[in-house]
């Protein structure tokens, strides 16, 4: 079993087709989002219709569920430019693309073959803001893990890709499609990078191969789809992808 992980999508419909085409490419039996798809971009309904359509796994991201629940982002971010970014999204969805969304798992454990899973979340299996790192400790990693046990656990939320083994676990970021950070925000305003990021897990008799992957992209495609949106982030993505 082959499977590729997206992740943040973030309604960037140009990255999200860019990694669609390379997945095809590569070969994969499963596709398998980890959350985050339609707000602070400028297509939205495009990446829910694309998602619709391929029929995938979908994880429930904290963005995901600022759309369903508007008190939710008030509680994650007082910056204006996002939590005005989150509104112009919900403004506009209509209400089978907000039940497409309400859809999405919090958690999903995929059989990679016969004696491995594949574990899958947002942010930590309980919980979609939580932040893993490549600098998140052990003794933090014991705390948000919460025992949960799998050869492979997957998740996005902090757009940076991301390998790293900690007891026995295989943990993996596969990054962003549609925002990946040059170094984790913080909270503070991030640099973008003008590619799409995805991963690619396999297993077969025991065997792991995780693979990470970038996806070169147009910046001034990139540049041209946010001019073209009254998106309250739109001068801030033309001034990243310059």
């Not at 994650?76 to 970014?85: D, F, N, T």
């Not at 008799?205 to 998106?231: F, T």
């Amino acid at each position: 079993m082959r499977v590729a992980l997206i992740s943040d999508i973030h309604a960037n419909e140009i990255a999200l087709l860019a990694v669609l085409d390379d997945i095809e490419k590569r070969g994969v039996d499963r596709i398998v989002c980890l959350g985050d798809v339609a707000t602070l971009g400028p297509r939205p309904h495009a990446v829910i219709a694309i998602l619709s359509g391929l029929g995938c796994t979908c994880i429930m991201g904290n963005h995901d569920e600022f759309l369903i629940d508007a008190a939710c982002v008030a509680d994650y971010s007082s910056q204006g430019p996002i939590v005005a970014s989150v509104e112009w999204c919900r403004r506009r969805l209509a209400q089978e693309e907000r039940d497409f969304l309400t859809g999405f798992a919090r958690a999903a454990d995929i059989a990679l073959d016969e004696s491995t899973s594949l574990l899958v979340f947002h942010g930590s299996p309980h919980s979609n803001t939580t932040d893993i790192l490549a600098t998140t400790s052990a003794d933090r990693l014991d705390e948000v893990l919460a025992g949960e046990r799998a050869a492979v656990m997957a998740g996005g939320h902090t757009h940076l890709q991301m390998l790293r083994q900690h007891r026995g676990i295989l943990l993996v970021n596969p990054g962003s499609v549609g925002l990946p950070f040059r170094e984790f925000s913080a909270g503070r305003p991030p640099q973008l990078m003008a590619h799409a990021e995805y991963a690619t897990v396999e297993a077969e008799d025991g065997r792991i191969e995780v693979g990470m992957h970038r996806v070169a992209l147009d910046a001034r495609r990139l540049r041209e789809a946010a001019r073209e949106s009254d998106l309250p982030l739109a001068d801030y993505l033309v001034q990243q992808y310059t």
